[in-house]
């Protein structure tokens, strides 16, 4: 019989169906017991079906979880569910109501199914595509399998663990007098155990306090050196120091070959993608590097003369040292190239370089101012750059000095190589020696503090090691320039040759701890930089170094520290300590550029308000336009215009010798035969010797008059820039120099001149008319020449006396006395000849004397030749107006006439010649001189464009170097923000 006992809260509608199913189940031999408590709850009704009866029974769960039991149809309301106990009978929901809430629910679990397929499915996906993407990063990550020989297995560290366990027993048992270690690493038992376990495995830091009073191991990883504790020096343990520091060598050295191993790798990748990239035609753009970049920024300094005393305290490397210490070698072992010129015992490094070494792909290295590369990998391509390197410094050394302060500048790229700016100074000196100039000492001395002054620059102090330290200069030069060490690194070289003489090794250790030297310093390090021998590579010299500290017993003793040996951990140092000085200083000397563009750019709009900042070059550009433009105008000149100037300028240069050497000579003629004859022959030979090169030599100057006008023709405007004048000037100077007319103008003149004066044939009456017009302008130009040369002679005449207040000297006197005097022999002789004869000039002189005025027959004779010539002009021109009307009587022969025109004759004959010689230097200019002189102008301002001391000289003054200066500062500012633009980046 199964009983039931019913607990709860029960309302009137329970208590009807309790008492039913009490009926039906006492005869079902099952008893329920009912007890009733008042609640306001009514409970909830579930089915419970009986296992001997078919029949519907309501099972109702109060909040305390019981059970009650009534029938279905005596009750219509649902109520909440409830938690119910553990039971015999199944609960089956059969209101509904209840059927929706659980259709509902399959229909959202069916959808949550369909979303849990496609959430599977993504996942599914994205982690194939995770594992390809992890894949493809795993082919980027470098090969660490090699690491697998230097890094213990457990066994092997289980195995050092359990020996020095036994060690530190053994030690226990057998030293009674090490007590006191024990009472002291007991206290400190709790402090290793927790060290241990922060720094070491678990198994070796139980094993190593495991059942055991004290067990000690001291290590110092950051100097690769391990030590046993203090308490006796036992030769065993010794041997172990030796073998352990051995071994860390061996580890250091397996992890620079492996590094060379993955530089040697990562050059080989550069060249295949550099040959992918030429087979295929594109090109990556590659992005400045950091350090080319600082390297500009330098460079711009460098050249830089602020008026406003903007200091350069960007940092970089100063390498300074006593000559010969080896300085210029420790730089090529960090450059990893022998890169300088070498000598033995003598002064090699004349001038300041500077070096910019940079990571790159192939090892090169390359000038500043020259697009050659050289690769450092062929000995021919070094030899070269030593050669280069040896010029360039002879060539900046001044006459009569030793050193110079010009700077070299060049840059070295290469794989693994640190990236920073190192400058090479001379070598200190201690006394000039013969072939220097005096000053050479003080100088060098004066450049170093010059570099060093710099409160960034980074001193890199090379002492020889081989020598006393008593001998050294350097030493106390850095120390006035850095006393408190705050930026110099010392260097010891030379650290074989030291050991090898070693008879005192605490020496070596103070000079490396900072004890010996009075000066401070950053860091201490000791180098090898060479055997002594210049043929040595830099491959050999760096085995030679990692084999001398292996083996070095400075090394050994403790005195040398892993750290500060090879130049390796140096350039390292350096490199960090060089970036750590250009990350806290670049921003403040961007601003302190800033201040400075400021004030510059204040300046200029108070003193040239209206005038366009223009620099040096930008007006050397604006000036060579102008030129070009005016030499482009001289085309624009017409052909008339050409033979006008040409007619005027040939007459000009040759007329005087036409009338004093064949007009005159030949109007003495006494009959038109001989004056033909003797104008023929003098035509003749000046048409042959003088007159082509005389027409040549007009064209010539004719050209360069004309291009000077045009290039000046602006200057006596209101607004004329008159800075451009100098350099126009040089421009012309520049262009005459060069030019030169084409030789074969002048036999080409020759032949048409010699063919025209030949010719006395008038052809026509306006031919004759122009050529008395011709002959009238000359003569009366000639006679009023004549006139003024006269009277300057003989003074002012009595009307120029009483109206402007003149006076005559003695000689003006003599000289009117004397023209009087020999006027009159023209009226016994109108045909005078031009030569005065001896009786002429005694009759003349005495004459003169008889009015007491003496003079000397050369007196009179200079005279003589203004009164002639005078005289002749006037009858010259006389006898050309008698002849214009003559073409008539000269077609006849003047047969008849009683005239002599053959002067007409001749003045045509020199015409004609004039015309057609303008024509064909018109010619001549138009197709070839004037488009050579464009070409000579051309290269005459290009030249003046890259010589940058000239073109200074010719365009100068505060406006030009405000304006240079305004250009180099905002150039300087840019590059500095775009330096830490991507200084911040790279951080």
């Known amino acids: 019989m199964l009983t039931v006992l019913l607990r709860g809260h029960f309302g009137p509608y329970c208590g009807r169906c309790v008492k039913k199913s009490l009926a039906v189940a006492h005869k079902r031999d099952l008893h329920v017991w009912l007890r009733t408590q008042t609640s306001a709850n009514t409970a909830v009704l579930r ?65 949550f199914l369909r979303v849990r397929y496609l959430i599977l499915t993504g996942a599914v996906g994205g982690g194939v595509a995770v594992n390809k993407k992890i894949d493809s990063w795993k082919e980027y990550f470098p090969d660490l399998d090699w690491m697998k020989e230097y890094i213990p297995e457990s066994e092997a560290l289980a195995q050092l663990a359990s020996s020095i366990r036994n060690f530190a027993k053994h030690t226990m048992e057998t030293n009674e007098q090490m007590s006191w ?122 050249v830089y003369d602020s008026s406003y005393n903007t200091q350069d305290n960007l940092p970089r490397v100063v390498v300074v040292g006593d000559q010969s210490s080896g300085k210029t070698s420790v730089l090529e072992m960090i450059a990893q190239a022998r890169i300088f010129p070498r000598g033995s015992g003598e002064m090699m490094t004349r001038s300041p370089v500077k070096v910019t070494l940079s990571e790159g792909p192939f090892h090169v ?96 102090c090379i002492q020889d090691g081989s020598l006393d330290a008593e001998r050294s200069n350097v030493t106390e030069l850095v120390s006035q320039m850095d006393p408190q060490g705050k930026r110099t690194i010392f260097v010891l070289t030379k650290v074989d040759l030291a050991e090898s003489s070693l008879y005192n090794p605490d020496r070596i250790k103070s000079i490396l701890e900072g004890r010996l030297f009075p000066m401070q310093a950053l860091g201490y390090f000791a180098v090898v930089t060479g055997r002594g021998n210049t043929n040595d590579s830099i491959a050999s010299i760096k085995d030679y170094e990692d084999r001398f500290f292996r083996n070095s017993r400075l090394f050994k003793d403790g005195v040398l520290k892993p750290t500060q040996m090879t130049t390796q951990n140096l350039s390292m140092a350096v490199s960090d300590i060089f970036w750590k000085m250009v990350k806290e200083t670049v921003e403040q000397q961007a601003d302190a550029f800033k201040a400075t563009r400021f004030n510059l ?230 045909q005078h000849k031009s030569h005065l004869s001896g009786d002429e000039l005694t009759t003349a002189r005495k004459n003169l004397q008889s009015y007491s005025i003496d003079v000397s027959n050369d007196f009179i004779r200079e005279t003589w030749y203004h009164v002639f010539r005078l005289n002749f002009f006037k009858k010259a021109l006389y006898q050309a107006q008698q002849c214009k009307k003559g073409f008539y009587y000269y077609q006849r022969g003047f047969s008849e006439s009683g005239l002599e025109c053959h002067d007409v004759v001749l003045f045509w004959r020199l015409l004609r010649m004039l015309e057609v010689t303008s024509n064909s230097l018109r010619q001549q200019v138009v197709n070839n001189e004037a488009r050579r002189l464009e070409r000579i102008i051309k290269d005459t301002l290009e030249d003046l464009g890259e010589d940058k001391e000239r073109l200074e000289k010719l365009l100068t003054g505060r406006r030009v170097m405000l304006a240079e200066e305004l250009k180099k500062v905002r150039q300087i500012q840019d590059r500095l923000e775009e330096f830490i633009q991507a200084l911040n980046k790279e951080k």
């Open 47 to 111: 089915n419970i079906v009986s296992k001997t009866q078919t029949h519907r029974q309501i099972l109702a769960l109060q909040p305390r979880n019981v059970y009650q039991i009534c029938n279905f149809s005596a009750l219509r309301i649902a109520r909440p569910i409830l938690r119910a106990p553990s039971s015999p009978y199944k609960v089956i929901v059969f209101s509904q109501r209840d059927m929706s809430v659980i259709g509902r629910l399959a229909g959202g679990f069916g959808r």
């Open 181 to 302: 270690l024990k009472t002291k690493l007991s206290d400190n038992k709790k402090a290793v155990v927790d060290w241990l376990s922060q720094h070491s495995p678990p198994d070796l830091g139980s094993t190593l306090v495991e059942d055991a009073n004290v067990s000690t191991t001291t290590a110092v990883f950051g100097e690769a050196k391990a030590s046993g504790a203090e308490y006796s020096s036992d030769s065993t343990d010794k041997k172990r120091l030796e073998r352990v520091q051995g071994e860390m060598m061996e580890v250091q050295l397996r992890y620079q070959k492996e590094i060379e191993r993955l530089e040697k790798d990562n050059r080989e990748l550069r060249k295949q993608l550099l040959l992918r990239e030429q087979k295929s035609g594109k090109k990556r753009v590659m992005k400045k590097s950091l350090i080319d970049m600082y390297s500009e920024v330098l460079d711009d300094l460098n």
């Open 365 to 460: 290295a390359k000038f500043k101012d020259s697009n050659r590369e050289f690769d450092l990998t062929k000995e021919s391509d070094l030899a070269a750059l030593r050669r280069e390197v040896e010029l360039r410094m002879k060539a900046s050394v001044q006459k009569g000095q030793t050193v110079s302060n010009e700077c070299i500048s060049m840059s070295v790229a290469g794989p693994g190589l640190q990236r920073m700016v190192l400058v090479d100074l001379p070598g200190i000196i201690s006394t000039v020696t013969t072939g220097m100039a005096p000053d050479t000492k003080d100088s060098i001395k004066g450049m170093c503090k010059s570099h060093m002054e710099n409160p960034n620059s980074i001193i890199l």
């Open 601 to 830: 750019e204040t300046e200029w709009k108070n003193t040239f308000p209206r005038i366009r900042e223009l620099d040096r070059n930008e007006l050397f550009e604006k000036a060579r336009g102008e030129i070009l433009d005016e030499v482009i105008n001289l085309s624009q000149v017409t052909p008339k215009q050409w033979e006008n100037i040409f007619y005027k300028k040939l007459w000009e240069k040759n007329a005087t010798h036409v009338l004093e050497n064949i007009y005159l000579p030949a109007a003495q003629a006494e009959n038109s035969g001989t004056f033909n004859t003797a104008v023929d022959i003098k035509l003749k030979g000046w048409a042959d010797v003088q007159l082509p090169k005389r027409c040549v030599e007009v064209g010539w100057e004719t050209l360069h008059e004309e291009f000077e006008k045009l290039v000046g023709r602006d200057q006596d405007k209101k607004h004329h820039d008159d800075i451009f004048n100098q350099l126009k000037s040089a421009v012309i100077e520049g262009s005459k120099e060069r030019h030169k007319w084409d030789e074969k103008a002048e036999q080409s003149l020759r032949v048409i001149q010699v063919n025209i004066l030949e010719d006395r044939s008038v052809s026509d009456k306006r031919h004759w008319d122009s050529a008395i017009k011709f002959m009238e302008d000359t003569l009366k130009e000639k006679l009023k020449q004549s006139e003024d040369s006269l009277r300057k002679l003989t003074g002012p005449s009595t009307t120029e006396q009483w109206m402007y207040w003149q006076k005559q000297t003695q000689d003006n006197k003599d000289r009117s006395a004397t023209k009087s005097e020999l006027e009159k022999l023209f009226h016994t002789d109108p």
